[in-house]
Nanobody, 119 residues
Framework: QVRLVESGGGLVQAGGSLRLSCAAS????????MSWYRQAPGKQRELVAA???????DYAYSVKGRFTISRDNAKNMVYLQMNSLTPEDTAVYYC?????????????WGQGTMVTVSS
């Protein structure tokens, strides 16, 4: 079991930046990727960014060039640097530790951290 704790959310003006952090603990040796998802009010949860165990990253089209995912394996930390934020980025952001199975990506989730971008 993996425990994930997110931090770094808050209120920021459009054009500003935030850095989210995710601290992972527990059994993490078989995790294939670490991801950030978000869920805006009334919308489905969506993948924002992911970083595989080999360091390869993937981003949602809407955040490419603005967000950067990174990891510090020694500290069991994952980060999401968010720049040039817009009100459309307002959402609860979740960290996920995922394994690829026959049913797709499965794993553990954090409790989420709220990001609010004001116009």
């Amino acid at each position: 079991q993996v425990r994930l704790v997110e931090s770094g959310g808050g209120l920021v003006q459009a054009g500003g930046s935030l850095r989210l952090s995710c601290a992972a603990s527990g059994i993490i040796f078989n995790i294939n990727r670490m991801s950030w998802y978000r869920q805006a009010p009334g919308k489905q949860r969506e993948l924002v960014a992911a970083i595989a165990s080999d360091g390869i990253t993937d981003y949602a089209y809407s955040v490419k060039g603005r967000f950067t995912i990174s990891r510090d394996n020694a500290k069991n930390m994952v980060y999401l640097q968010m720049n040039s934020l817009t009100p459309e980025d307002t959402a609860v952001y979740y960290c996920a530790a995922q394994r690829l199975t026959v049913d797709g990506w499965n794993g553990n989730w954090g409790q989420g951290t709220m990001v609010t971008v004001s116009s």
